[in-house]
């Protein structure tokens, strides 16, 4: 093999021996004796290994030559490699999800999605809300005038936020069109406009309603708002809040009454509004601003999607068992205090199934470690078993620790039971016997 090729050599007496020789040599050397060209006589002569195993050892040392080291190659891919993170235009919100939590998911900052949403840091979402995330793209051609005034129908969990991004119109457009703002609260039966026009005939038409008729008291109905009624009586905005001492976000409820203001109307007393929750309760009159919470705690249930009774149980049932207490118990509490309800507000601005105030929320959250939205029916569950389970575990026996549930556990153990709290255990503890 250390023999050099000849261009006058006859081909035909030479095949049998390059095809007996070659096959011995790795595939490397063959294609360098493939390229080797004339011309490279005048360069240094490259000399062709004897043997086999000299072969492989220059095959190796070409190999290892070419090698790049590990130190000078990167760990991590270059950003434009990177596969690309698809955000979707919205997410529908699950148990447990935050919007900080949601934003992170998809890369977005907090505020981004606070602002897209109209929503503040404080503001609370519900399961199945859609959160938007991405802002609705730009329309080019502008509607036709005659779906320009068409409606939709509230559904439970509907917020106007979502009505807006299914429809495909801004939030501000909305609210603009039906004399809203971002703090209104809709409720199901209600009917949003979705444009601009004079579709909606209804309106106009009543408004050249009679001055005998626009002097009297109207009853409002599920699904008004304040800028509906008086565009319905043919009277301003400004005139119905004044005459019935109202702001433009104040809250209305169905089966309040409202004056309408004309020739003969008269400021209405607020002592005629019937709010959704009672100022008093056994006797006792709660403080005006926690009975405000209250009545707005209520008409954010009215409108949010909650599980039936039987489903609360269920979940009343499984949370305590998961967080060690026992199940017959828990669901005797939740029982005696809402019947399963969760959209029951006390006039004390005690919340839910296990009717749990803002304040004993709190107390709840730093029990299990994080923060609780008293509003959502499993957090509910949870605040209200962490609670009891701490009074068992600091109470002297159980029916103090259920008497704490409902008179506090420092005036329990200051002044003993009062007489509706003795009344109180005792339910309690009949109707742990009827669910164990």
Do not use: C, E
């Given at each position: 093999m250390t023999t050099t090729r000849s261009t006058k050599q006859s081909?035909?007496?030479?095949?049998?021996?390059?095809?007996?020789?070659?096959?011995?040599?790795?595939?490397?050397?063959?294609?360098?004796?493939?390229?080797?060209?004339?011309?490279?006589?005048?360069a240094r002569p490259q000399t062709v290994p004897a043997t086999l195993a000299a072969a492989i050892e220059a095959q190796a040392a070409a190999?290892?030559?070419g090698i790049i080291p590990a130190a000078s190659v990167s760990a991590a891919l270059p950003s434009a490699l990177q596969p690309t993170r698809v955000t979707p235009s919205a997410h529908t919100v699950a148990r447990g999800d935050t919007v900080s939590g949601i934003a992170g998911r998809y890369g977005?900052?907090?505020?981004?999605?606070?602002?897209?949403?109209n929503l503040k840091s404080n503001s609370v979402i519900y399961p199945g809300q859609r959160i938007k995330?991405?802002?609705?793209?730009?329309?080019?051609?502008?509607?036709?005038?005659?779906?320009?005034?068409?409606?939709?129908?509230?559904?439970?969990g509907d917020t106007l936020g979502g009505i807006a991004g299914r429809h495909g119109v801004r939030l501000s457009q909305v609210l603009s069109w039906n004399g809203l703002k971002v703090t209104s609260i809709i409720y199901p039966g209600q009917k949003i406009r979705l444009g601009a026009g004079t579709a909606v005939a209804a309106a106009p038409a009543r408004s050249a309603a009679p001055a005998a008729t626009r002097s009297a008291s109207y009853v409002i109905k599920s699904g008004d708002t304040l800028s509906g009624i008086a565009a319905r009586?043919?009277?301003?905005?400004?005139?119905?809040?004044?005459?019935?001492?109202?702001?433009?976000?104040?809250?209305?409820?169905?089966?309040?009454k409202l004056a309408i203001p004309g020739k003969a109307a008269a400021v209405q007393p607020a002592?005629?509004?019937?709010?959704?929750?009672?100022?008093?309760?056994?006797?006792?009159?709660?403080?005006?601003?926690?009975?405000?919470?209250a009545n707005k705690n209520k008409a954010l249930l009215n409108a949010s999607p909650v599980p039936s009774l039987a489903q609360m149980q269920s979940i009343v049932a499984d949370t305590a068992r998961r967080m060690g207490v026992d199940p017959a118990l828990a669901q005797a509490f939740a029982y005696q205090e809402s019947g399963f309800n969760q959209r029951a507000v006390s006039p004390a601005n005690a919340i839910g199934t296990m009717q749990v105030i803002p304040s004993s929320g709190e107390w709840a959250s730093d029990l299990v470690g994080r923060k609780l939205n008293l509003l959502d029916p499993y957090d509910n569950a949870t605040a209200g078993i962490a609670i009891i389970r701490q009074l068992i575990r600091t109470s002297k026996n159980l029916d103090y620790a259920i008497a704490g549930y409902y008179q506090g556990q420092y005036s329990v153990n200051k002044h003993g039971m009062f007489t509706d709290t003795k009344h109180y255990v005792a339910a309690i503890k009949a109707h742990r016997k009827n669910f164990s």
């Open positions: 081909p035909r007496p030479g095949l049998p021996l390059i095809a007996a020789t070659t096959a011995t040599l790795p595939a490397v050397m063959l294609s360098s004796l493939a390229v080797a060209q004339p011309a490279d006589a005048d190999v290892k030559a977005l900052s907090t505020t981004a999605v606070l602002k897209l949403n995330l991405k802002a609705a793209a730009a329309r080019t051609a502008a509607a036709p005038a005659s779906t320009a005034a068409r409606t939709y129908t509230v559904k439970s009586h043919g009277v301003k905005l400004a005139d119905i809040l004044s005459a019935n001492r109202l702001k433009v976000t104040s809250i209305i409820y169905p089966g309040q002592s005629s509004v019937t709010p959704l929750v009672p100022s008093s309760f056994l006797g006792y009159t709660y403080p005006a601003a926690v009975v405000s919470s």
